[in-house]
């Protein structure tokens, strides 16, 4: 990687445990926020009135993930993880994965196609399933949307 090389938003890929092969279209939503106490107003004043305002982090947020993939045919492994991974609704129970979540990575890659930056994240689920619109006549591709709930997300490189 060349000194000062800027990184294109369009070279990436995502990737999940045992879903390394998807056609990714898009990512969006990696973001971050400490949340915290004390940073607004004082939270009390000393002699003299002066007033004492202190940030104090209270937790983390994250936000959800979401990726798109162009579908194609007889894969249906992104719908079937999303299924897997809630109770049925209308008989409720437990989930058929039993809990279990995965890993994964955002990865961009510089001008060389060598890795530039991560994103690795752990204790990922679907959180929501979607797909775009099914119209007579269109001519767009079908595009599977899933939106990803994770417990952390860093960035490694």
Known sequence: MAKGELLACSK???????LEDLIVKKVSG?????????????????????AQ????VTGVQNSAV??????????????????ESHS???????????????TGSI????????EAARWDMTGVMPK????????AGSTELFI???????HSIRRTK
């Open 66 to 83: 979401t990726v798109e993939y162009v579908g194609t045919v007889n894969d249906n492994r992104l719908f079937k993880w999303y299924e």
């Open 53 to 56: 305002i202190q940030a104090t």
């Open 107 to 114: 990865v961009l890659y510089n001008q060389g196609g060598d």
């Open 30 to 50: 990696v973001s971050i926020e400490l949340q915290t106490a004390g940073d607004q107003n004082p939270f009390g004043v000393t002699k003299g009135g002066k």
């Open 128 to 135: 929501a399933y979607k797909t775009t619109k099914m119209e």
């Open 144 to 150: 599977e949307i899933v939106e990803y709930a994770f």
């Open 12 to 18: 990436f890929y995502v990737q999940f445990d045992g």
């Open 88 to 102: 049925q609704p209308t008989t409720g129970g437990g989930s058929t994965n039993k809990g279990a979540l995965k």
